[in-house]
Every structure is written in structure tokens, then in C-alpha cells.
């Protein structure tokens, strides 16, 4: 089951919400949202089920024994041994294929359970912060299958860390206010999968043979809308319905596209991943006291190989790594010197070809592609140019609505002109709403793209 099926959208959604309103009790709201978690899970997928419930109980008594050992050094070794065990799984599913390619073997025909990445993640957050200190381990099985499973955020995150979670388990009251603007965020996150990310995979994919330079920019430029608008739509989505049912998560997107270097890039899109690497990985190998290349490396190698099993991923994640590298040592006093719009320009053009390696297939039609963008035997062709014109209106309103100046001006409508701006919203947002609908209709709905990482 996804967010964008209307299945979800005027069923599931609204019978949980009912139950989870109407209960009589906190203890009954959880179980009912845990119940309700595996079978959102279990809709498309009714074997891996057993695999997430198997991660649950894994944890849960790994978490148990972490906190009741006191020899520091049988500390470790359970600790390690845990995450070993989340990894190998998480390996075996994603990476088998992949290191059997390597090796020249054949594969095996393996599908990838949705969210597993992101719920093993939550389970390594969860598992490293009882080996820290941070936080207790979790005494209630309930509360951590709610941290693990929880629908709102167990297909493509965010990935929420388990000490911002673990007092919001046991109470998480119905609340006016942060239900509304759930709803809201809901709403905001469709009107970006149906309306933009989806009619950018449409061009995305019409251009995908393109042989002129305009195709090819036109063909990076439509991924670079599509990709944002889709996940942080899906964030939006994801963090709206936790906020339906009580639970308060973090933004994981804030306006990418307005960066001014690659470091602030990062700073805003998919904020949880970068901080999950951030706290557990790059500052446990040392941060920036020491090794300082080798951290940065590893961790671009990291959240390359995260993506997926595929050497284009990897050669993304290093190309990250090495450009900030640069800004550390070499750019950035030059750009703080030079006005923001060199600088948001510089970010574009090396974010737009990092998504290039990204969306490609393989090494070779990444670089193929950047060939094409500045090859310029071939400006324009015929396809490129009816692509552009049919779809002129489309890109001016993504590259508008991916920046800051629709919510600075709905900010500033709502200061001045108060409760009349809030009824002319709400209505806005439900005529677009509606039209959300009938184009999830009438394109029997895509899937989002994190789905497949």
C-alpha cells in the first residue's frame, strides 16, 4: 500500500485515524496502530512481514542485553554482534546480487523489501543509542515495534532517531492543532507527487533517447524536479500522517535547490539520512579532529552504497565526497567572497549533474549523458524542442515552487490578512487537492521513487 492510492487516501487512513481518535485508552491506540502497521506493511508484501516482526524481536532483546551487561568489553561484542545481524540482513537482500555481479557470478532473483533500508537504520539508531547512554533500552516490545513499524514512516523514512521518539510512546495524545496540520501536510505532499514529481517522470522518460544538448539538459532537469518533488512529497505525506496520530517528526527537507554550496545542499535535503551518517558514523570514526579526507570518503562511500547496489550510487556518493572536500579545502573562501548567486548557481550545476550519475543505469550512459550536455554538434532536435514548449509552464512552476517564494508569500498573506487567508488556503488547497485525486485516477497512481532504496 502506498500514500498516493486511493485505497489509503479514503480507507485506510481514515478507519485508523476513527480508531486511533476513538479509543478509549493510550494502551489500545498503540496496539491498534502497531496492528494496523503490519498490515499496511503486509498489503503488498505479506511474507516480509515476518522479516520486520524477526527485526523487531532481534532488537528488542539485543537492546535488553545491552543494557543489562555490565563488562564493557561483552558490551561491545553483543553490540557489534547485533548490528551484524541487522547489516547481514539488510546485505543479503540488497547487495547479493551485487557483490555476485563482481565476482562474475549470476544472481538470484531477490526482491527488495520496501522500507528495509530505512527500518534497519531506525533499528541501528535505536541499538546505538542504548549502547551509548543516550537512552534506555526499551522495556515495552510494543513501543518499540511502534518505533520500527509505525506506517507513517516505515517505507522511505524519515528516519527518525529513537531518543527524539522515545517519550512520545507512551504519550501521544489526539491534539487539535498538530492533527490539522498533519492533514495539511498530507494534502501539500499529494499536490507534489501527482501534480509535479509525476509529470516530471513523464518527461523524464520521454527524453531518456534524446541525442541533442537541449534533450539532455531538458532530460537532467526534469529527474532533478522529479526526485524532489516526489520524496520531499513523500515526506510531507509521511510526516503529516505521524502527526495525525500524535507523533512529532522532524522536517527532512528544507528548500535544497536555495543552496548556495554543496555543504548547504546537503544540510537540506534528506536531512535525516545526512544526520544519521553525521551521528553515527562520521563523528564515532573521529568527525573532524582527526582523518578528517578518509571521515568525509567513507561516509560519501557509505551513503553511496546506501542508495542502492549499483556502482553508479557509489561513484554519486564519492562525487559528493570530493566536492566537499573541495569547498573544505579550496572553494569555500572564494565562494563567501563572490555574491549568493554564483554560489547557488556553482550548487546547481553540480547538484543537476550528480543527479545524472544517479538516475543512470550504468557508468556509461551516466557519463554518456553529461557528454550530451556539453557536446554541441547537435544543439537542438525536434523531440527536445516540442518537449520544451509543451512543457515550458510545468518547469516554471517547479523551479518556482522548489524554491522559497510560495511559502514566503502564503507566510506573509497569513500575517497580514489573518483568518481570511487561512479559509482562502484552506479552499485552495482543497480545489488542488481534488485535482490531485482525479490525477491519481486517471494514472493509476505511480510509486514513489525512495521505494526502491
Same mark, same amino acid.
Given at each position: 500500500m502506498v500514500f498516493n492510492s486511493l485505497i489509503f487516501i479514503f480507507c485506510f487512513l481514515p478507519i485508523s485515524v476513527l480508531l486511533y481518535r476513538f479509543l478509549p485508552s493510550q494502551f489500545l491506540k498503540n496496539i491498534v496502530l502497531f496492528v494496523l502497521s503490519l498490515l499496511f506493511y503486509a498489503w503488498n508484501e505479506p511474507y516480509y512481514v515476518l522479516l520486520l516482526l524477526l527485526s523487531i524481536a532481534w532488537n528488542y532483546i539485543s537492546g535488553l542485553q545491552l543494557m543489562q551487561e555490565e563488562d564493557e568489553r561483552q558490551r561491545k561484542i553483543n553490540f557489534w554482534l547485533s548490528v551484524a545481524v541487522n547489516l547481514l540482513i539488510l546485505g543479503a537482500f540488497k547487495y547479493t546480487n551485487f557483490l555476485l555481479g563482481i565476482v562474475g557470478l549470476e544472481g538470484f532473483d531477490i526482491t527488495l523489501p520496501v522500507g528495509l533500508s530505512f527500518f534497519t537504520f531506525s533499528a541501528l539508531s535505536y541499538l546505538a543509542d542504548v549502547y551509548k547512554g543516550t537512552s534506555p533500552a526499551q522495556k515495552n516490545p510494543l513501543y518499540l515495534g511502534l518505533y520500527i513499524a509505525f506506517f507513517g514512516k516505515i517505507t522511505s523514512g524519515p528516519i527518525a532517531f529513537y531518543h527524539d521518539m522515545e517519550h512520545q510512546f507512551s504519550y501521544h495524545p489526539f491534539q487539535k492543532e498538530m492533527f490539522y496540520s498533519g492533514i495539511l501536510l498530507f494534502v501539500k505532499g499529494l499536490i507534489k507527487k501527482a501534480l509535479l514529481a509525476d509529470q516530471f517522470a513523464l518527461v523524464f522518460s520521454s527524453l531518456s533517447q534524446n541525442t541533442s544538448m537541449l534533450g539532455a539538459w531538458l532530460y537532467a532537469l526534469s529527474y532533478m524536479l522529479? =526526485?524532489?518533488?516526489?520524496? #520531499?512529497?513523500? #515526506?510531507?505525506?509521511?510526516?503529516?500522517i505521524s502527526r495525525m496520530f500524535g507523533f512529532d517528526l522532524k522536517p527532512n527537507f528544507d528548500h535544497p535547490? $536555495?543552496?548556495?554550496?554543496?555543504?548547504?545542499?546537503?544540510?537540506?535535503?534528506? =536531512?535525516?539520512?545526512?544526520?544519521?551518517?553525521?551521528?553515527?558514523?562520521?563523528? %564515532?570514526?573521529?568527525?573532524?579532529?582527526?582523518?578528517? $579526507?578518509?571521515n568525509i570518503l567513507i561516509v560519501w562511500f557509505l551513503t553511496g552504497l546506501w542508495h542502492g547496489a549499483n556502482w553508479t550510487f557509489i561513484l554519486w556518493g564519492l562525487y559528493y565526497g570530493a566536492f566537499l572536500l573541495l569547498e573544505k579545502f579550496v572553494l569555500r573562501p572564494i565562494l563567501e567572497k563572490l555574491p549568493r548567486i554564483v554560489g547557488h548557481l556553482y550548487t546547481l550545476v553540480v547538484v543537476l549533474i550528480g543527479w545524472v550519475f544517479f538516475c543512470s %543505469? #550504468?557508468?556509461?550512459?551516466? &557519463?554518456?549523458? =553529461?557528454?550530451?550536455?556539453?557536446?554541441?554538434?547537435?544543439?537542438?532536435?525536434?523531440?527536445?524542442? @516540442?518537449?520544451?514548449?509543451?512543457?515550458?509552464?510545468?518547469f516554471i512552476i517547479g523551479i518556482l515552487l522548489s524554491g522559497t517564494l510560495f511559502d514566503r508569500i502564503e507566510e506573509r498573506l497569513m500575517q497580514v490578512k489573518g483568518n481570511r487567508m487561512v479559509l482562502a488556503f484552506t479552499v485552495l488547497y482543497l480545489v488542488f487537492f481534488g485535482i490531485s485525486i482525479? @490525477? $491519481? $485516477?486517471? #494514472?493509476?497512481?505511480?510509486? &514513489?521513487?525512495?521505494?526502491? @532504496?
Open positions: 522529479e =526526485i524532489y518533488f516526489d520524496f #520531499s512529497g513523500y #515526506s510531507d505525506m509521511a510526516i503529516g535547490y $536555495v543552496a548556495v554550496s554543496v555543504q548547504d545542499f546537503w544540510r537540506r535535503w534528506h =536531512i535525516s539520512l545526512s544526520r544519521w551518517f553525521r551521528d553515527y558514523v562520521y563523528i %564515532p570514526l573521529g568527525g573532524n579532529r582527526h582523518d578528517y $579526507v578518509r %543505469p #550504468s557508468i556509461m550512459d551516466a &557519463f554518456g549523458t =553529461i557528454g550530451r550536455m556539453f557536446h554541441f554538434a547537435e544543439l537542438v532536435n525536434t523531440e527536445a524542442l @516540442f518537449v520544451l514548449t509543451g512543457h515550458l509552464v510545468l482525479a @490525477f $491519481v $485516477v486517471g #494514472s493509476t497512481y505511480q510509486s &514513489f521513487l525512495y521505494f526502491a @532504496f
